[in-house]
C-alpha cells in the first residue's frame, strides 16, 4: 500500500461527498445505514477508515455512541479538529486490537478496503470487523471497482494501451495493482470470495453511485429540480443486479 499521508495531504477528502457525484454516494449510503439501524437509538458505532468524519459525525450527531478508526494522519487530524463527539483514534482495519470483540451494533468499512491491495490482508480486515460487531451486527463494506477503472483510467484517459503491455491490465481486463499502489479494484466474484472465506452472510449488496462518477460534469449542469430527479432515480436502480459492479463503488451489506 503506498503512503497514505501524502495522497491524502493533497487529495481534499474533506469535500468529497459534498460534491454532486459525491451527495450521491452519500445519500444512498446513509439511506441504507438508517434501514439497518431502524428505530433503535444509541447504538455503538464504529466507522473503520473514517475519512475526515463524512459518515462518523452526521451519525453521532444523530445520538449514536460513534468510534472512528483512521489512517491517513491528515484526515485524522482534520476529524480532531471539528470538536465533535466521535471518539477518533489512528489505527488500521487489518489491525484492531484496540477495541474488544462483540462490541458495536454497525461496522462501516467504507475506506479500507480501496486501498488494501492483496486478498489476505482485505480478508484480515473483513474478520476484525467481523470479531468487534455484535453477533447479528451489521457490517457495511465498500469497495472500488474494476470495471471504473479499465474505462476511466484505462481509455477516457488514454492509458490502456500501457496498462495491456505493463501487465497492469491482464488478458481479460482485471487490475492487478503492485503492492505499493494505493488502490485496488475488485470484480463481484472477488467480493463473494472474500464474504464466503470470512464467513458471513450478505443482506444485500448495492451500487452506492451508479453512473454518477462518470457524468460529473452532466450533474454538476443539472436544476436543482433535475438533480434531486436523479438522486429519486438512482436510490431506484442502485440494487438492480444487472448494474451493480459499473459504478465506481459497490457497498456490501453483511451481518456477522
Not at 481534499?12 to 437509538?41: A, P, Q
Not at 444509541?42 to 455512541?65: F, N, Q, R, V, W
Not at 471518539?87 to 461496522?107: E, P, R, V, W
Not at 465498500?142 to 483510467?153: D, K, Q, R
Amino acid at each position: 500500500m503506498g503512503n497514505l499521508d501524502t495522497y491524502y495531504n493533497k487529495f481534499n477528502e474533506d469535500k468529497r461527498l459534498s460534491r454532486r457525484h459525491g451527495l450521491v454516494e452519500f445519500t444512498t449510503s446513509m439511506k441504507y445505514i438508517h434501514k439497518y439501524i431502524g428505530n433503535r437509538k444509541g447504538l455503538k458505532i464504529i466507522d473503520i477508515g473514517a475519512g475526515t468524519g463524512g459518515y462518523s459525525i452526521p451519525l453521532s450527531e444523530e445520538g449514536h455512541d460513534v468510534t472512528a478508526v483512521e489512517l491517513a494522519k491528515p484526515n485524522l487530524g482534520k476529524l480532531k479538529a471539528k470538536k465533535s463527539n466521535v471518539k477518533a483514534f489512528h489505527g488500521t482495519a487489518t489491525d484492531l486490537k484496540k477495541f474488544k470483540s462483540d462490541t458495536y451494533d454497525i461496522t462501516i468499512l467504507f475506506g479500507p478496503l480501496y486501498h488494501l491491495i492483496s486478498h489476505q490482508d482485505k480478508l484480515t480486515a473483513l474478520l476484525e470487523a467481523k470479531r468487534v460487531t455484535k453477533p447479528g451486527g451489521y457490517i457495511f463494506v465498500a469497495y472500488c471497482m474494476n470495471e471504473y477503472s479499465i474505462l476511466t483510467y484505462g481509455f477516457k484517459e488514454h492509458h490502456v494501451v500501457e496498462c495491456v503491455k505493463s501487465g497492469r491490465f491482464d488478458r481479460d481486463f482485471n487490475c492487478t495493482p503492485k503492492a505499493d499502489e494505493l488502490y485496488d479494484y475488485v470484480r463481484l466474484e472477488e467480493i463473494d470470495r472474500l464474504n464466503e472465506e470470512a464467513d458471513l452472510k450478505r443482506v444485500k449488496i448495492l451500487s452506492p453511485d451508479g453512473p454518477a462518477n462518470y457524468i460529473r460534469t452532466t450533474l454538476n449542469s443539472l436544476t436543482e429540480e433535475e438533480f434531486e430527479l436523479f438522486i429519486q432515480y438512482h436510490l431506484s436502480i442502485c440494487e438492480r443486479p444487472e448494474l451493480l459492479g459499473a459504478g465506481a463503488h459497490i457497498v456490501d451489506i453483511l451481518q456477522a
